[in-house]
């Protein structure tokens, strides 16, 4: 009885960790025939857990949803993360999310071990979320588009630019991306045949339309891109420059969200960082302290350099100052 009850927490598990499921599949996992796979998924179903079949040679199960929410099943690194990012959400980027956090944050510390309610309070007493004050996102926005990723369904939406815009766009959605502040989907444009980044919270009114998609390879990782998108593509000036530094310690003195970091040697990087205005990439590039080169943009060198003699005349005559000044 151990045994079997130990068997079906862990199909439990597995139908958790992705959508679909072949049966050979699930028998290879438990170290069992299909036939017991067959008889354990009707003991969850029993159980109350709504665990769909489909035949065929493309035949396997999903983990559907029910009619009343059926325990969920943690290991303690992610029972942990849960509460974490529960606690997070209280005070985050997402409209609404506030009370229900906490309800829910309530209801797992009732019942997670001494062990890892020990792991959570220390992290929340020690943590102090500081608002950012930006655009919330709907969290229903948020798990439709979620949902239509995980699932691979195509999905029609509305959506204004930064100019204020709108248009009415098809896509194929890959993943959700959090800046911190943000909310990003990465996703490809069917219209535009090509990759595009859109910020969740100018998009209105997602509806999954199908049909399911192979999904894309995706020429660079999302995090990626949307930190190219954000730290230089936005702007008006975009400039490439070589750092006399460890990429590492440059990297330790800037943000995905503010630029990209490319190692170039053991002491040299390239820096892509972008502003709407020269002056306050100078003064980006001025407070690393250390050499550099500026490759692009044209206008930028033309602006150091102006910048240069303005900040020689400040300082006044050359040479060294005499007792009486």
Known sequence: MLQTSARLLRLLSLLQTRPDWTGPELAERLGVTARTVRRDVDRLRELGYPVHATLGAAGGYRLGAGAALPPLLLDDEEAVAVAVGLRTAAGGTVEGMAESSVRALAKLEQVLPSRLRRRVNALQTATVALSGGGPTVDPQLLTVI??????????????????????????????????????????????????????????????????????????????????RGVSTEAYRYRA??????????????????????????????????????????????????????????????????????????????????????
């Open 240 to 325: 490439r420059v070589t750092l006399h530094a460890p990429a590492e310690a440059v990297r330790a003195r800037t943000s995905p969200t503010s630029a990209q970091v490319e190692p170039l040697d053991e002491h040299r990087c390239t820096l892509r960082a972008g502003a709407n205005s020269l002056g306050a990439l100078a003064i980006h590039l001025a407070l690393f302290g250390v050499e550099f080169e500026v490759h692009e943009p044209p206008e930028l060198v033309v602006h150091l350099r102006e910048l240069a003699e303005r900040m020689v005349r400040a300082t006044g005559p050359t040479g060294p100052a005499s007792p009486s000044d």
């Open 146 to 227: 979620a949902s239509a990723c995980r699932d691979r369904m195509r999905t029609r939406f509305h959506y204004q630019d930064h100019g204020g815009a709108e248009s009415r766009r098809i896509a194929e959605p890959h993943r959700l991306v959090c800046t911190g502040w943000r909310w990003y989907l990465v996703a490809w444009d069917t219209d535009r045949d090509d990759w595009r980044t859109f910020r969740v919270d100018r998009i209105t009114e997602p509806l999954p339309t199908g049909p399911r998609f192979e999904p894309r390879e995706l020429p660079e990782g999302a995090a990626e891109r949307v930190s």
